[in-house]
């Protein structure tokens, strides 16, 4: 790699919420013409340490400087004055306005809607962007929001470009396309922070990689020179096995039959389309397809939370009797006696009480267990225990509200939850999400022994490299209707991929 | 760092972890105490009166004789009595602020007893019937907006709002028919001779029942809420619904479950401002107590606890307020004026507890 211009140094950077220490002395450099990807668990601080840059936080210590001059990032402002554009995992745009109006608003220059439009038909052009910017911000996909986030910071003038795990929401080829835009802005001399998970990514795009652990700068990489494996040791701070197992099941037996499942939302929008598959015991059945194509509404059905318009589901027990789960709230399933559990993608919102202590948390299903009219505490703080010794959750006590807890320790105490049960139908809607690679690991570890355990495993999940890895079989959704279900042994991402936006996967128009 | 060109900003705020009780209290009192600092201040320049004499007479305002002492209990268990009913509500972040008429026609209720029944049953049964029907009539009035709440998702808070206007209606109809002597406008004290369905007397002390009664409320309502299953579900309805349909709560039943125990107390709050000390109805006999009651249980973060020292607070200051403007001449809005900037730096306390401000370099000190 030859030498490329320091775009930015930040030094001795530390920063404190309350008595969390986010960065301890963090120092980081980031060359122009370069990109760079900064690794970490959760908790680390890349986000942080990237927001101190950006303007949205302001460090306690330690000083930022810019092409070799020292400066203060007071604002969101003050960082574009300098160049620095940030690109969030949740995007800021306003729905109704068109593409160009997004762009140009709070900009304090004159507005001339034509000139900017044709401004930023010329950043398209130079870099490959594919944005019309008269289409409104609601006819477009997630990725074509992407672009005009993306645009938009460049249409403020940065050269300083920080992405935050920007592949989340992208099928492989929308991520392809995005890379390819990104080599090319490299290639311009800009200088490119990309946060993310993805080891495949980092070493298929990155130049150079910072790695943080608890807050602190660990080492730098060149990426040609290292591989996944020392990546995640460095990150971990101990050698970790990156593999996923998939043992064969043992003895399936159908265990969920949906026939015909029709479900639209409330606002008369077709969700799910005549969705038909059998879910049998001691298998991770995968459910892969682009985000919002109907998988919470899938879910959700058979959990008994999202009535639907015509189908049917019914749980199959080991003598072949079939209860219709379908019309039934979840507690008339769980009087059943049929033993599903759920880990809901919105986990805080749905799975948990963000403000209620793990010992609360635990007893969401069970509190209603006895005749009395009070809660007993006594058995949920056993579990609330059990589930952080065993899954190792780092929380200060059991009596903290779980909002303060990590991302990757919350879904630890749900899934923990959720599997303290004895689930023998077990639903997981992006189990992973936001989770670094070492609870990601974890978490595929509890699931793969509640296959072994013979529970009928319902797997939502976006990161195809690990659906290929994990799953028996996979199902793909495509628009609420089923494109296909392929051996999990036998695919591979592209033709999931394919499926995920053409039905059947089919290249022939 | 202090060589640079630019200038870090004088201060920047961020958020606090949680801050251990003591340090929290140390804040609300030092709050307190430059609120005085303010009002000594401004009593000075406006009134030119000695400050300590007014802080003085603050508390002789409360605490001066005994009988004064009695009617400060006697206030602080009403407004707690509504501030304990509105609370589970609350916490479900279902905004009843429909207190104030669920309190009237729990009086309405009560005087329409004490006035229909009289010499129809004997006296306890009387009360009992009193007790009973100032209860229903509150669950009543609370269960109407938790049921369309419910039902069509309508708004809470104006709904509750507009039902305070018809109870204030309901009652100036009735005041009217009721009205002695014809063509008064008011009913004057009920049954006075007799004193059917007026609250007995506990240990010689008119307003002694009423605390106990409230006291009484009180421990329960702390029970109920932090350890019954019904208060469970409640903070998980209020944390979120999503996660209460999730694991199968029935979060409409649960709504109007709730508002029907909130409207009862505040009926019954109703029932012991007629029966248990003012004995007649008047359409401003709550004084907007429903709507102080709101303030009360915010100030305390909904736990019945320390809502026994709020109320006590917002009383004490009422209660100061009424007597500086009689002893030193200053009309009331004086008094509110200094009222209001005590709050002013109470309620302002909670943003320094959940935030702090670091200051330049203000960090490195810390170290």
């Known amino acids: 790699m030859e030498n490329h211009a320091v775009a930015v140094e930040m030094r001795n950077i530390t920063k404190r919420f309350g008595p969390i220490l986010a960065n301890d002395k963090t120092s980081l450099t980031i060359r122009r013409g370069e990109i760079l990807a900064l690794l970490g668990e959760n908790g680390s601080g890349k986000t942080t340490l990237m927001n101190m840059l950006s303007g949205i936080y302001f460090p306690d210590e330690g000083e930022i400087r810019i092409d070799g001059k020292e400066v203060v990032i007071r604002s969101p402002k003050d960082a574009f004055a300098l160049g620095i554009g940030m690109i969030h995992q949740h995007f800021k745009l306003v729905d109704v306005l ?412 | 760092m202090s060589k640079s060109t630019t200038q870090e900003p004088l201060f920047h705020i961020s958020k606090r972890g949680a801050l251990p009780w003591y340090a929290a209290w140390g804040i609300r009192g030092i709050a307190l105490l430059a609120a005085l600092v303010l009002c000594s201040l401004i009593t000075v320049l406006v009134t030119g009166e000695n400050p300590f004499k007014v802080y003085v007479t603050i508390f002789e305002g409360s605490f001066g004789s005994p009988r004064r002492v009695w009617v400060l209990l006697q206030n602080i268990a009403i407004l707690l009595c509504v501030s304990l009913a509105v609370t589970p509500a609350f916490r479900m972040r279902f905004w009843n602020i429909g207190g104030e008429g669920q309190m009237l026609v729990g009086g309405l209720a009560t005087a329409a007893c004490m006035i229909c029944l009289a010499g129809v049953l004997p006296n306890w049964m009387v009360i009992v019937v009193m007790i009973l029907a100032s209860m229903a009539a509150g669950a009543i009035w609370g269960a109407i907006p938790a049921i369309c709440k419910a039902k069509w998702n309508t708004n809470e808070t104006l709904f509750t709002l507009m039902m305070n206007y018809v109870a204030t209606q309901l009652v100036a109809f009735f005041i009217i028919i009721w009205e002695v002597p014809k063509g008064a406008g008011k009913i004057g004290i009920i049954n006075q001779a007799t004193e059917i369905g007026w609250l007995p007397v506990v240990g010689g002390q008119k307003y002694l029942l009423n605390v106990i009664i409230v006291a009484v409320i009180c421990m329960a309502m702390y029970v109920y809420l932090n350890y019954s299953k019904h208060g469970y579900e409640i903070a998980v309805v209020g944390e979120s619904e999503r996660t209460a349909r999730y694991v199968g709560i029935k979060v409409d039943r649960v709504i109007v479950r709730t508002m029907i125990l909130s409207g009862a107390l505040c009926g019954v709050a109703g029932m012991l401002l007629v029966g248990g000390t003012d004995h007649t109805l008047t359409t401003t006999i709550t004084a907007s107590r429903g709507f102080t009651a709101v303030m009360v249980s915010w100030l305390a973060k909904f736990n019945p606890i320390g809502m026994i020292f709020t109320s006590f607070l917002l009383v004490f200051l009422q209660r100061g307020a009424g007597e500086i403007s009689t002893s030193f001449g200053l009309n009331q809005s004086f008094a509110d004026i200094l009222t209001g900037i005590i709050l002013f730096f109470i309620i302002g306390s909670e943003f320094f507890i959940s935030y702090k401000l670091n200051f330049r370099h203000g960090a490195k000190k810390e170290g």
């Open chain 1, 98 to 509: 068109s593409a160009t109006e997004n762009i140009v608003l709070g900009l304090s220059e004159k507005l001339d809607l034509e000139a900017a439009a044709k401004k930023i038909a010329k950043i398209c052009e130079t870099y490959g962007f594919d944005v019309d910017p008269k289409q409104k911000i609601y006819d477009m996909s997630v990725s074509q929001k992407q672009t005009v986030e993306i645009v938009k910071v460049l249409y403020r003038g940065a050269d300083i470009l920080i992405l935050d795990e920007p592949t989340a929401v992208l099928t492989p080829q929308e991520a392809d396309k995005l890379f390819a835009v990104l080599r090319n802005m490299r290639d311009d001399g800009k200088a490119i922070v990309i946060i993310t998970h993805k080891m495949h990514e980092v070493e298929s795009l990155s130049d150079r990689v910072a790695v943080l652990r608890h807050g602190q700068f660990v080492g730098e990489l060149i990426t040609a020179e290292t591989n996944a494996q020392e990546m995640t040791n460095m990150m971990v701070g101990h050698a970790t096995t990156l593999n996923i197992v998939r043992p064969e099941p043992v003895n399936p037996k159908p265990r969920v039959e949906v026939k015909g499942l029709t479900v639209r939302s409330e606002d008369g929008i077709l969700k799910l389309d005549d969705v038909s598959f059998t879910a049998y015991s001691g298998e991770i059945l995968g459910i892969a397809g682009i985000s919002g194509s109907g998988q919470k509404e899938l879910l959700e059905a058979i959990a008994g939370l999202q009535p639907a318009e015509k189908g049917s589901v019914c749980y199959v027990e080991d003598d072949g009797r079939r209860e219709q789960l379908l019309g039934r709230d979840p507690l008339k399933i769980q009087e059943m006696g049929v033993a599903l559990s759920f880990v809901p993608e919105d986990r805080l919102g749905m799975g948990l009480v963000g403000n209620m202590d793990l010992t609360d948390n635990m007893m969401l299903r069970s509190f209603r267990r006895g005749n009395s009219l009070f809660t007993d505490r006594k058995r949920p703080r056993k579990v609330a225990e059990n589930v952080v010794h065993e899954l190792e959750v780092s929380t200060p006590s059991i009596a903290t509200p779980v909002r303060r807890l990590s991302g990757g320790n919350v879904q630890k105490v749900l899934v923990g939850r959720e599997i303290t049960s004895a689930p023998t139908v077990l639903l997981t809607a992006y189990a992973v999400r936001g989770l670094d690679i070492n609870s990601s690991y974890i978490i595929y570890d509890l699931i793969n022994r509640q296959k072994k355990q013979n529970v009928a495993v319902i797997y939502v999940g976006e990161d195809l490299d690990v659906l290929v890895e994990l799953a028996d079989r996979i199902l793909v959704l495509c628009g609420g209707k089923v494109s296909g279900i392929v051996d999990g042994r036998a695919t591979n991402k592209r033709e999931l991929g394919l499926m995920m936006t053409r039905i059947g996967g089919g290249a022939h128009e």
